[in-house]
T-cell receptor, first 113, second 117 residues
Framework: KAGVTQTPRYLIKTRGQQVTLSCSPI?????VSWYQQTPGQGLQFLFE???????NKGNFPGRFSGRQFSNSRSEMNVSTLELGDSALYLC????????????FGAGSRLTVL | AQKITQTQPGMFVQEKEAVTLDCTYD???????LFWYKQPSSGEMIFLIY??????QNATEGRYSLNFQKARKSANLVISASQLGDSAMYFC??????????????FGPGTSLSVIP
């Protein structure tokens, strides 16, 4: 079956712009989590959605937001981009919030100039 | 607050030898889960192995085994017969209770493993 699909894979933005990243989970998976990965901070939990509802949120400013659609696809948005937002954004899905294994996508690498 | 510690930023191992990657965790939850993921240079996170806090036996998956010592709060990954393709970042992760009633998965800082031919 198809894995977790993230688009776009690479993108370059300038400070002050906004960006939207997309994640399509494995078919049948209803939970989608987002992580930010940077060399300095490692993998940081952003938020998790289940059945279109945000279930958990990490310690990020309000510029980071997300949503989930009825087909379980999820988007995350970062507004007013800063240089420090340059990172690999990873999406992961699991069947439900109590399921154990997260299956990750290949990531979206964002560069902010 | 729960957290995960991986004290080895980088490790080297000779091909075909075994290597142990350390992970300690801190949680007050009686029920939790521990994972190991591998991240090659391509960036994708690959699930390796899972251990539940109530599991009586250490988890094994092929060449991977998890040395779970609950009282010491450690969950070390053992890779037997290292291969060149094992060169990657390795992350220890834990399923913990979030601020809501739903759990979330958090990751340690990672260990970079290099396999030498």
């Amino acid at each position: 079956k198809a894995g977790v699909t993230q688009t776009p894979r690479y993108l370059i933005k300038t400070r002050g712009q906004q960006v939207t990243l997309s994640c399509s989970p494995i078919s049948g998976h209803r939970s989608v989590s987002w992580y930010q990965q940077t060399p300095g901070q490692g993998l940081q939990f952003l938020f998790e959605y289940f059945s279109e509802t945000q279930r958990n949120k990490g310690n990020f400013p309000g510029r980071f937001s997300g949503r989930q659609f009825s087909n379980s696809r999820s988007e995350m948005n970062v507004s007013t981009l800063e240089l420090g937002d340059s990172a690999l954004y990873l999406c992961a899905s699991r069947r439900n919030s109590g399921a154990n294994v997260l299956t990750f996508g290949a990531g979206s690498r964002l560069t902010v100039l | 607050a729960q957290k995960i510690t991986q004290t080895q930023p980088g490790m080297f191992v000779q091909e075909k030898e075994a290597v142990t990657l350390d992970c300690t965790y801190d949680t007050s939850d009686p029920s939790y889960g521990l994972f190991w993921y591998k991240q090659p240079s391509s960036g994708e996170m690959i699930f390796l192995i899972y251990q539940g806090s109530y599991d009586q036996q250490n988890a094994t998956e092929g060449r991977y085994s998890l040395n779970f010592q609950k009282a010491r709060k450690s969950a070390n990954l053992v890779i037997s017969a290292s291969q060149l393709g094992d060169s990657a970042m390795y992350f220890c992760a834990m399923r913990e209770s979030g601020e809501t009633s739903y759990d979330k998965v958090i990751f340690g800082p990672g260990t970079s493993l290099s396999v030498i031919p």
